[in-house]
């Protein structure tokens, strides 16, 4: 069963004017029948992956109406700018060890200065004199 334009988008998780232009230059075929495009399945997923984990979110948000008046579209803007969320929110909490981390290293050396070493100056260095 051929998809529309906005299927095919949310489909593969673009916009509408992606799919559109990759029609109009070539690289996606399908046929227009009237105002609409029709684009098949097996054409689509040739060219761009098939997105199903922001598809299901989609799905369900339409399907449940968690948001009143909330269209396709929308839903997979959520359902991406969800996503974008929870990677920033684990990217957050992997920096937050590293910098506790970091926090206990810091305070390991502050706590424990080092030991006096003999100063040598540059040339008695180089010509292998220390100093008594």
Known sequence: MPLTLGKAAIEVGKSKPTILKALQTGRLSGLKVG???????????????????????????????????????????????????????????DLKEDRDQWRVTANRLLSSPPTPASRVGFLAGLLGRRKN
């Open 35 to 93: 105002n609409e495009w029709q684009i098949e399945p097996a054409e689509l997923f040739r060219v761009y992956p098939k997105m199903t984990a922001v598809n299901d979110k989609v799905s369900s948000l339409v399907n449940e109406q968690v948001y009143p008046r909330l269209t396709t579209e929308n839903a997979l803007e959520i359902a991406v700018l969800q996503a974008k969320l929870e990677a920033a929110m684990k990217q957050i909490d």
